[in-house]
Structure formats: C-alpha cells, structure tokens
C-alpha cells in the first residue's frame, strides 16, 4: 500500500522559511514524478513544484526563485524548501505522486497548513 505523509507545516511571519517534507512508503524508485500542490480557502487546487524521477523540476510561476523541490532517494522522502514567504503562500500543501506502473493514478498525502501570518 503506497502511502504519502506530509510534515513540517506551520505558522510563520513573513519573509521566513519553512521546509516541508513528504515520507514515502514503498519504492521511491516507482515514481516518476513527485511534487507538492497547495489549495488556499475558497481556491482550487494548485500545482506548486514537481520533480521527476530524474531530478528535472519545475516550479508554478509564483514560487519560482523562492522555493526549491528535492528528494533523498535514500530517506524516500522528498521537501519542499520555501525561503521568502508570502500570505498568499498561506494554504494546505498536498505531496504528490504518480507511479510508472499506473501513472494515471494519483497519490495524495493528507496535507500540512502553511500559515504566513505576522
């Protein structure tokens, strides 16, 4: 049973940091994309960071130059580094995967609530 869990959300003022971090269960290896999606209050959705099994990443223009998206293949986790942050970062980050085998599957985490907030 694959399983997502997202962690290290949180209240912060802004132009802080926070790290998010994703903890996959099974095989890393199996995914071929990860990334980190948002939805703030009343919006939908949103795509924020994603990398592939490769290490191409791409970033959601409204991030770009402030967060960065890793992974540790050998912690099989994967983190959403976000330096600058703004209010309208303010919502609950989902972690995201789709897997080589069913790649039209997706695989969501429950979600942690970022907060930027002075």
């Known amino acids: 049973q694959v399983q997502l869990a997202e962690s290290g959300g949180g209240l912060v003022q802004p132009g802080g940091s926070l790290r998010l971090s994703c903890a996959i269960s099974?095989?890393?290896?199996?995914?071929?994309?990860m990334g980190w999606h948002r939805q703030a209050p009343g919006k939908q959705r949103e795509l924020v960071a994603i990398i592939t099994n490769n290490d191409s990443t791409n970033y959601a223009d409204s991030v770009k130059g402030r967060f960065t998206i890793s992974r540790d293949n050998a912690e099989k986790t994967v983190y959403l580094q976000m330096n600058s942050l703004k209010p309208e970062d303010t919502a609950v980050y989902y972690c995201n995967g789709r897997r080589f085998v069913d790649f039209t599957r997706d695989y969501w985490g429950h979600g942690t609530q970022v907060t930027v907030s002075s």
């Open positions: 099974g095989t890393i290896h199996s995914f071929a994309t």
